[in-house]
Every structure is written in structure tokens, then in C-alpha cells.
């Protein structure tokens, strides 16, 4: 009896210890990079021109934070205003497509011009039309975020399982049902993956338009750092950047795990095969 | 002689293929009495599934003409007439067990066939022995409690007629014999119609009132076999002389008109 106790006991222990490993494992992939880039830099006697230590960059945002959450503020704003645009637009496109081959095919072509259209170019015209207000920069991250989302609604929209979708048309369900109750949550899965995608790109696509049509943002303070060679600042803004990114991803990991409980990619995460 | 719920005349259908016109089925014609099991058997790709399709108003014939209870397909399917089991058991893996016997009562509000009552629906999964797992999802049961929750979905819908087709094709041979007499058990007392499409000839002999036996493609009727064994079906029927005489004849034309 005892020994079936201590066995359970250790088990229970043994999960717990996963639990608390895999809730680090981020923390301690960061530390990894952050301790081989410190201990390159100090081995190799590169210039911190070229390249600083990052614990000089981090003390330099630690000593700055008002600053970089101003920036960082506005930066965040324009790409999740972007990303949900384009997810909104995207699921709305993805719907016309699904129901109509008229629309697949109408659409599909400007799907590919969005995917080939070199945005950087268009900035200057983004300011013409919108000035400096922050739509240039939010149209900019909507632009680089809209295809993957599209194509992944779409496919997720698109493939539903046979019997199911026969199911539901042998007690004659109305479109809106069989999209309602079978199409979108079969998308889910579909639309988190673009999603985790979608968030670097966002990010991407408002620091790409700060940089040249901002006077706020991480794009912006990156590009005067650039112009004047304030290295920690560059370098300061680059860090801000990717760990707004790397936070926002796993939330959205969290928020994936919640709602997908059913999905086999969920089981897996939850009961990992031994 | 009891009043017809299925008639079937003379149904054919072809499919357009990238390399001609594929016919899967001719002039295919029998009728199916009200409260009647009847089962339709053929080798693979005699289009016995396109049959129940056709029957569902899913696709639509060539020629010939389907009625269902004195209704179109189509008429039959705006009104819920029909309960559809397919192969697999299609349950939606993000709701709960409870959640998917309901599924098909809450689809088309407009047709007048609420169905089941949700309180008549615990029952039935107290019944079959789902009472422990209204709340589960399906990814948490085995292949034959999922399929106990597909066929407690069609019987909750309280469909006139029953349309299955191979629905336990997937399952293991234990498995697969308790479905067939627990389909038989939530048959015998819900009064429907039951057009059952299978592989297997000592299923179709131990379950069906008839056996309708279908030609290799194109697929027509050869025969209708009745089953001589009396109702309520038992698991020691399937050792009596009737049964195995039966199963003799099905496999005998089967096999003619394979070999033909």
C-alpha cells in the first residue's frame, strides 16, 4: 500500500516538475541567447559599434523605460489595430470566397497582387492620402498581415470533413448554420497558426512604416539611433520590439490552448505521449 | 400489407469522370414498408451509397423516381424526414457528448421536427450506457462509444426514416455485433423505417427484416432475400438453421453475380 502511495506520489511530483520546466522553457531559450551573445561579444573584442553586449542594451532600456513605452506603446497600437483589421477583412473575404466560385475566382487574383505588392513603395503614397496620422502605419501592417490570414481562413473554412458537412445538409441546415456551427470553428485551428505568424509580421509592417513616416514608435526611434549611430538605442528599440512580439505570441498560445481544447495539437501539448 | 415508407422506381445515376461517364446504378427499384429494417448489400462500388444520397435528396437521379412517406427527397429533407448515420461517426470534436445528440434537433427549427426532448435524450444515453459521459467530448471516447453517440443522434432527431450507411464499417468484430443488437434494442421501440447499407452479410441477415442484394456496378436489384427469423432478434438466433440458410443464399447471389 505504502509503495503504491510513494509510487503515485512520485508521479504526481514528477508531473509537476514537467509543468514548472515547460513554463520556463521560454524564459530559460531566452537566457541561452541572451548569455551566448554577452559571452561571444566579451570573448571575440568586437567593437560595440558593430555589435554591443546586450546587457549594456538592457541596461540602457532599464535606464529609459518612459521612453521606450512611449514608443513601444505607439508601435504596439498601429500593429494590433493592423492585425485585427486584417483578420476581420480576411474572415469577411474568406466567407464571400467559400460561398461563391464567383468570388474565389474574382478574388483570388487580388489576393496575389496584395501578396507580390512591394508596400514599402506605397509608404510615400500612404502619407499623401493619410498624412501623419497613424492609418499609413496601420494599412502598412494590415497589408503585411493579410494574405497569410486570408489563405488560411480560407483553407480552414474550406475543409471541413465530408460526413459532417453531408450530416448537416441531410436535415437541410441553412448556410448560416453549417457556417456558424461547423465552418468557423473548424477554421480556428487555422486561423491561430496564421495568427502566430501574423503577430511578427504586424509588428514588422508598423516598424517598417515608422520608420520613414513617424516622428513616434519604435520604428521611428530606431531609425534616429541608425542616423546618428546611437547604438543602444538602436539596438535598445530591436529588443523592445521582440519581446512585445514574443509576449503577444504567447498569449495568444494561452488564449489557443483555452479554445482549442479539442483540437489534436492541444491534445498532444496536454497529454504528451510518454 | 403495411403501407410503404420508401418507393423506389427505376433509379438511375451516372457520374461525369475525366475519362467518361461512370454508371453507378440502373433502374434500381424496391420498396421499404413503414417500421421495416431492410438492408441493402453489393460489392464494393455498386452504389449503395450513392443509393442513400439519392434517397436523402443529397444528389438527384437520371430517371426514375424516389417517394418517401408520399414526399420528394427534397420535400422529405425540408422536413426532417430523414436521419442520416454515415460511415464515420461525424461527431463535431468541440462539443460535448450531450451537446451532439442535440446537434441535429437544433438545425433547421423551421422544418417542425423538434425531435427528442432533452430530458428524453439523457434517458436514451442513460440507456445505452453513455450516462457516465454526457459531458465528454468525443476525442475522449473509444470508436464504439462514439458510435453509440451517432446512433443515439439519429434516434434523438425522431426521424421517420433511419438512413445508415456502413456505420460500423470501422469497428472491431465485438464491437461491431453489440452495435448491430443495440440498434436493433433503440429500433424495435422508436418505429421507424431503417435503410441500412453494409459490407457485411451475417450483419445484414442478423439485423434486416430483407435483404436487398445489389450487382456489381452498375448497380441494380438481382434480389430481395427476406430474413425468416423473428422479432426480437437475439445474439443465439445467429446458431439457427433459418439464420445460417440465409446467410447461404445472400452469399450464393452475391457471388453469382460477381462471377457473372
Not at chain 1, 512611449?70 to 467559400?98: I, N, P, Q, R
Request: hydrophobic share 45%; charged share 15%; glycine share 6%.
Amino acid at each position: 500500500m505504502s509503495k503504491t502511495n510513494h509510487s503515485a506520489r512520485l508521479t504526481t511530483n514528477m508531473q509537476r516538475a514537467r509543468k514548472l520546466l515547460l513554463l520556463i522553457a521560454p524564459l530559460m531559450g531566452v537566457t541561452v541567447f541572451l548569455v551566448s551573445w554577452e559571452v561571444y561579444v566579451r570573448v571575440s573584442g568586437i567593437r560595440p559599434l558593430i555589435l554591443p553586449r546586450p546587457s549594456v542594451v538592457i541596461g540602457h532600456i532599464v535606464e529609459h523605460p518612459a521612453f521606450y513605452w512611449k514608443h513601444g506603446s505607439f508601435t504596439l497600437l498601429e500593429a494590433s489595430a493592423g492585425f485585427f483589421l486584417a483578420f476581420f477583412v480576411a474572415v469577411f473575404v474568406a466567407t464571400l470566397m467559400v460561398h461563391s466560385e464567383f468570388m474565389q475566382r474574382a478574388t483570388m487574383p487580388v489576393v496575389v497582387i496584395v501578396q507580390s505588392m512591394p508596400v514599402v513603395v506605397l509608404l510615400p503614397l500612404f502619407l499623401l492620402w493619410f498624412g501623419f496620422s497613424p492609418w499609413p502605419k496601420i494599412i502598412t501592417a494590415m497589408l503585411f498581415t493579410w494574405v497569410p490570414f486570408v489563405t488560411n481562413a480560407l483553407t480552414g473554412l474550406r475543409s471541413v470533413d465530408t460526413s459532417t458537412h453531408e450530416l448537416f445538409k441531410s436535415v437541410n441546415a441553412t448556410r448560416w448554420e453549417i457556417y456558424w456551427r461547423l465552418r468557423i470553428p473548424n477554421s480556428l485551428p487555422y486561423l491561430f497558426s496564421a495568427g502566430r505568424v501574423c503577430v511578427g509580421l504586424a509588428l514588422m509592417g508598423a516598424v517598417v512604416a515608422e520608420f520613414f513616416l513617424s516622428k513616434d514608435g519604435l520604428g521611428h526611434t530606431a531609425y534616429v539611433a541608425y542616423s546618428r549611430l546611437l547604438v543602444e538605442q538602436l539596438w535598445g528599440s530591436v529588443i523592445v520590439l521582440a519581446f512585445m512580439g514574443v509576449t503577444i505570441v504567447l498569449l495568444l498560445n494561452a488564449v489557443e490552448q483555452k479554445m482549442l481544447y479539442w483540437h489534436p495539437s492541444q491534445h498532444e501539448r496536454n497529454h504528451p505521449a510518454k | 400489407m403495411a403501407e410503404s415508407s420508401l418507393v423506389l422506381t427505376d433509379v438511375s445515376k451516372s457520374f461525369q469522370h475525366r475519362d467518361g461517364f461512370i454508371h453507378a446504378l440502373s433502374k434500381v427499384s424496391f420498396n421499404v414498408r413503414k417500421a421495416e429494417f431492410v438492408s441493402v448489400i453489393g460489392p464494393s462500388g455498386c452504389g449503395k451509397s450513392t443509393l442513400l444520397r439519392l434517397i436523402n435528396g443529397l444528389r438527384t437521379p437520371d430517371s426514375g423516381s424516389i417517394v418517401v412517406n408520399g414526399l420528394t427527397p427534397d420535400e422529405a429533407r425540408q422536413q426532417k424526414k430523414f436521419a442520416f448515420v454515415p460511415q464515420n461517426p461525424a461527431l463535431l470534436p468541440w462539443l460535448t457528448v450531450q451537446q451532439n445528440v442535440s446537434l441535429l434537433n437544433n438545425l433547421n427549427s423551421r422544418a417542425g421536427n423538434p425531435g427528442m426532448a432533452f430530458s428524453d435524450q439523457r434517458q436514451l444515453l442513460k440507456r445505452i450506457g453513455l450516462g457516465s459521459f454526457l459531458n465528454a467530448h468525443p476525442w475522449e471516447l473509444s470508436g464504439g462509444l462514439q458510435q453509440r453517440v451517432c446512433i443515439a443522434r439519429a434516434f434523438a432527431l425522431k426521424a421517420p426514416v433511419l438512413l445508415m450507411d456502413e456505420p460500423f464499417s470501422s469497428l472491431d468484430e465485438i464491437t461491431r455485433t453489440d452495435m448491430g443488437y443495440l440498434l436493433l434494442k433503440l429500433w424495435e421501440h422508436s418505429g421507424s423505417t431503417v435503410l441500412f447499407v453494409t459490407h457485411s452479410i451475417p450483419e445484414a441477415v442478423a439485423l434486416s427484416d430483407r435483404v436487398v442484394v445489389l450487382t456489381p456496378r452498375p448497380g441494380h436489384v438481382t434480389e430481395i432475400i427476406p430474413v425468416p427469423l423473428s422479432r426480437p432478434r437475439q445474439v443465439s438466433m445467429e446458431d439457427s438453421t433459418a439464420y445460417h440458410q440465409t446467410l447461404t443464399e445472400v452469399r450464393a447471389t452475391i457471388a453469382a453475380e460477381c462471377s457473372s
